[in-house]
Every structure is written in structure tokens, then in C-alpha cells.
């Protein structure tokens, strides 16, 4: 397939007509002076058209740089969709000049061609195994470093990201669900008589509300413990039926009916639990990994406060905060710790910056296996390490004690010192004999209070042991970092950590806020996208300061 290419004429230039169209120093100016260098050549040789053997035939093809360039131009504000980019690259002067293209001659990319650009990016590269969307942020990253001048500093940080699935309760999630499964089937399959006899019979299926088809008393707790059996009775019924047709199906549809059919059995057993009479209703609990979307079923439920809970994802994001460049960025589920996705993330941006040693991160990330295993890499991770938990006034906690690694020897604060350290399949743990901590005049404030007592005391009992110290599966690291967090210079340097908002901030305004389709890969791919335009951004600025200079 050739590629297609712009006539070059300087009087249909959109520069040359208005040459206030772009500003000096913006992302567009940045496309339309160097478009063609901040694309890879090696990724554009792997763009359609561009095969090695030389031979192209059929419709020419966009270049590979003309469809970054309006990647790009999507996020330039708070983003737009696909049909909007395109639309708006018809008329919009600074956009055309940006993409290469002359006014007046020749059309633009349509929606269809950005998506199937989009599908291409997610793909794996022919030179490593990455997503070539991923290879092309790093490349971008490496530029910009390349122009900055002076020390960075390394901030990490996290904010909500909302994803694109309807959000619905538990019986509207089935009754989508299993009318999107039954579509799918009927669209893939040429006869499934069995299933279309199932399905007629079931009158609100085919209604456009669910509920208002199931012709329920919602205020009745017996009429809705009905309906909720029945609807999840049905969905189970279906979904039987379906797995027996999924041999006969096309292979290019087996996936994706087995898919929908697991993402409804999981909301029934998350969701639903069998009452004294056998029946299935809502469950009283929360599941763990509970399912959110019955359209995006990677959705998760999250907390960015304890009183501002959302539905969707969570975008991680590790970047200078003197010239607010962002190095790497990962989306994960909303419910997903803070820690092992940080480490993710951190190792990441080594590949683009080697010599990346010291990382300013908030308390979430500063798990103690996380920090071990960044400090054997070479990374320190400055973080505030796990709070001591606070203890009722008068008592004596854990930090109380001293522990010496060497001798496996805890001494509390009476001064008796003991060995018998007892490892299992629970936690490590000190525990001193009751025979001295009974007579000890600390017992008050050290024992629990069922013990505090003497033994002869109504509320005494003889017991073997006295005070037991539990400790943290690696207590020697967790010391040391609190140690090293007391020093007045780690506190200092921590300051700059609340300037990763910046990067957090530039990240939202462009449009990371909200996915824009469904499922974490696409999201994922939303996020670099947003990244790459903030990056170009720090780019345009560079250099526009070193034109005037």
C-alpha cells in the first residue's frame, strides 16, 4: 500500500497564509517544524505502506506521522473523540498546519483510519516486546531528556481514572448482560433454535427496561427477592445453554461468548447469596474484586478518600517535577495496592533513565517489601514508612521495645531481655514469661488488661505467658526506615513531593481523567497518549526558550 503525501505548495501552506495560526512554543508549532523527527523511523517502517520488499498496491495510506501528529492534537485540551478530532482537523488552521496538511487540497483521516492507527499502536513492535505505544512514549521521554538542563527530581503519585462502562445495579447488570450475550450469540451462530425457544419466553428480555418488564411491586421485600431469583435462575439457564453452542460457533467468536458468560456468573456469586428459603438475593456484604460494569469488566471499585469512593481505574505516574516531564505512567484496577503497582511503574522509567536512584513517593507506596526490593536495585524510595499504630494513652507499644538482630535478643522497657523468638506459619514474635512480667511494676501499662491483674484477683487467671511482641514479617527493615525517616535531611528533600500534583494535574487537564473506551488495555493506551502530549508540551517549551535565546 503507497503512502500518500501532501503536495507541497507553499501558498496552500497554512503557515503562510495566516502565520498567526500557531504560537511559537505550543504543541502544534512543535508538529509542524518537527513532525517527521519525533516519530521513530523505525516504527514508521512498520506502518502500512512501508513494507521492505518494496511492493505496495491498493487505496495510498495516511503517514504514520500525520496520524501521530492528530494523536496528539486529541489530547491537546481536555480531549475529544475520534469523529471530533477528525472533524475539527478539516477546519482548524494550527491542526493542519501541525499534520502537514496544504488548505484546500486533499482530505483528511477518517474516523476508521485513526482506529485502526490506534489497534496498530497497541500491538507489539517487531524489535522488542512492548506495545508500539509504549515504545513510542519512551522514544518522546528520551527526547526530552535529552534537552533538560540541570538535576531532576523524581516524584511518583496516583489519581482516580473513571471508566467508560455504564454503571448499574446488580439486576440491571444481569438483564444487560445476558441480552448482550444472547444478541452475540444470535449474530455468531446461524441456527440456535434451542436457545431462540428459551429466550422468547422471556417477556422482559426483550422489553427496554428490565425491571419495568418484571412487572414487580419494588416495595414489597418478598416481590423483590422473587424477581432477584428469578432474573439470576434465568441468567444461570441461559448461560448453560449458550456453553453447549460455543463448539458449533465461529472460532473468532468462541472468546468473547465465554468471556460474557463468565463476567455473569461472577456477579451472581459476588453479588448474590442464597436466603433460608434457597432463594438468591443481594448479599448483606461487599465482595473483594467485585464487578462494577457489566460493560467494562475490569472496573473496579476504589477510595481516592475515605469519603470520595469511584468506579474505574487507577493511574500511577512518575515524573520530574522541576520540568513536570512524565517518565512513566501504568494503569491498574481501582482496588489494586499502591505498592507493587508503583514498583511497576519505577522499573519502567529505568529503562529510559539508568541512572534513576532516588524516587519521592507518599506512604501507599512505601510498603516495606516494595522499599526492600527497590533499595536491592539501587533505588531508594523516600516515602514516610508505616505508622507506628497508636495505642490507647498510658499503654507501651511495640516501638517501646528494643530488638537486637544480631543476638535475636528483645529486651523490653523493664530491661529483661528475652530469646524465645517463636517463627511459623504466623508472624514472628518475642514473648517473655509470665514469671517476670507478673511481678514487673510496667504489667499495668505493658500487659493487656485481662492480664494486668494479679493472678489472685477476681479478674486474674494463671497464665505461662506474659507480654507477647508480634512483629513485622521484616522488622529489621521497617526499623531502619523509620530510623532513616527521623533524619531532619530525608524531611527536607520529602517537601518536593507535593509538587508530583503538578504532574497529576497536567495529566487530568488533558483529558486522563476519564477513560474514553472500555477495558484497562485501552485506558492503558489513553494514559500514554495523555502522557506523550504533556511531554511534547515540555518539549515545545524548551525549545521556543531556546529560539529566543
Request: hydrophobic fraction near 40%.
Amino acid at each position: 500500500m503507497p503512502i500518500r503525501r501532501a503536495p507541497s505548495c507553499s501558498f496552500r501552506n497554512p503557515v503562510a497564509l495566516d502565520p498567526g495560526c500557531v504560537e511559537v512554543g505550543s504543541v502544534p508549532w512543535l508538529l509542524a517544524e518537527h513532525r517527521h523527527d519525533l516519530f521513530p523511523t523505525f516504527l514508521a517502517a512498520e506502518w502500512r505502506g512501508n513494507v521492505s520488499s518494496g511492493r505496495s498496491a491498493g487505496r495510498a495510506a495516511w503517514p504514520a506521522d500525520v496520524l501521530f501528529a492528530l494523536m496528539v492534537l486529541q489530547w491537546s485540551d481536555e480531549g475529544t473523540s475520534r469523529l471530533g478530532a477528525c472533524r475539527r482537523a478539516k477546519t482548524d488552521l494550527a491542526w493542519r498546519a501541525a499534520m502537514g496538511l496544504p488548505i484546500g487540497v486533499g482530505g483528511t483521516p477518517t474516523e476508521k483510519t485513526v482506529r485502526e492507527f490506534e489497534r496498530w499502536l497497541r500491538k507489539r513492535s517487531r524489535g522488542c516486546d512492548l506495545p508500539r505505544y509504549v515504545v513510542l512514549h519512551e522514544h518522546i521521554a528520551r527526547t526530552v531528556m535529552a534537552r533538560l538542563d540541570g538535576t531532576a527530581v523524581w516524584a511518583m503519585d496516583s489519581t482516580p481514572m473513571w471508566c467508560f462502562g455504564a454503571l448499574k445495579g446488580t439486576l440491571r447488570m444481569l438483564a444487560d448482560g445476558l441480552r448482550s450475550l444472547v444478541r452475540h450469540v444470535s449474530r455468531a451462530a446461524n441456527d440456535c433454535g434451542s436457545l431462540t425457544e428459551l429466550v422468547a419466553g422471556i417477556g422482559w428480555l426483550h422489553s427496554k427496561s428490565a425491571k419495568g418488564g418484571l412487572d414487580v411491586d419494588w416495595r414489597e421485600k418478598e416481590a423483590r427477592h422473587r424477581a432477584t431469583d428469578h432474573v439470576a435462575r434465568t441468567v444461570i439457564d441461559v448461560v448453560a445453554r449458550v456453553r453447549h453452542l460455543v463448539p458449533v460457533l465461529p472460532a473468532g467468536h468462541r472468546e468473547g461468548v465465554l468471556e460474557r458468560c463468565d463476567v455473569l456468573l461472577r456477579v451472581i456469586e459476588s453479588d448474590l447469596e442464597e436466603d433460608e428459603d434457597g432463594r438468591l438475593s443481594i448479599a448483606r456484604q461487599v465482595a473483594r474484586d467485585r464487578i462494577v460494569s457489566i460493560t467494562d469488566p475490569d472496573a473496579r471499585s476504589g477510595r481516592k478518600t475515605m469519603s470520595q469512593p469511584y468506579k474505574g481505574y487507577k493511574l500511577h505516574v512518575l515524573g520530574d517535577v522541576s520540568s513536570r516531564m512524565i517518565l512513566a505512567v501504568d494503569v491498574v484496577a481501582a482496588n489494586a495496592p499502591e505498592a507493587p503497582a508503583g514498583h511497576a511503574v519505577i522499573r519502567r522509567a529505568r529503562r529510559v533513565r539508568e541512572d534513576l536512584s532516588a524516587v519521592l513517593a507518599d506512604t501507599a507506596y512505601g510498603a516495606t517489601d516494595t522499599r526492600t526490593q527497590l533499595a536491592n536495585e539501587g533505588i531508594d524510595l523516600i516515602a514516610p514508612p508505616q505508622r507506628v499504630r497508636p495505642q490507647p494513652s498510658g499503654r507501651l507499644g511495640k516501638d517501646a521495645f528494643q530488638i537486637d538482630f544480631e543476638r535475636n535478643v528483645a529486651r523490653c522497657p523493664a530491661g529483661v531481655e528475652t530469646d524465645d523468638l517463636r517463627t511459623g506459619s504466623v508472624r514472628p514474635r518475642y514473648i517473655w514469661p509470665m514469671s517476670h512480667c507478673g511481678d514487673c511494676s510496667l504489667s499495668i501499662k505493658c500487659l493487656p488488661k485481662r492480664l494486668s491483674t494479679k493472678p489472685g484477683s477476681p479478674r486474674g487467671r494463671p497464665r505461662r505467658q506474659g507480654r507477647v511482641l508480634v512483629l513485622h514479617h521484616d522488622e529489621r527493615a521497617l526499623r531502619d526506615a523509620r530510623a532513616a525517616w527521623a533524619r531532619p535531611e530525608r524531611r527536607v528533600a520529602y517537601r518536593r513531593r507535593t509538587e508530583s500534583e503538578q504532574l497529576v494535574n497536567d495529566l487530568v487537564r488533558h483529558g486522563a481523567r476519564r477513560a474514553r473506551a472500555f477495558r484497562i488495555a485501552s485506558a492503558r493506551q489513553q494514559a500514554h497518549a495523555v502522557a506523550i502530549r504533556c511531554n511534547l508540551g515540555v518539549l515545545a517549551r524548551l525549545l521556543a526558550a531556546e529560539a529566543r535565546r
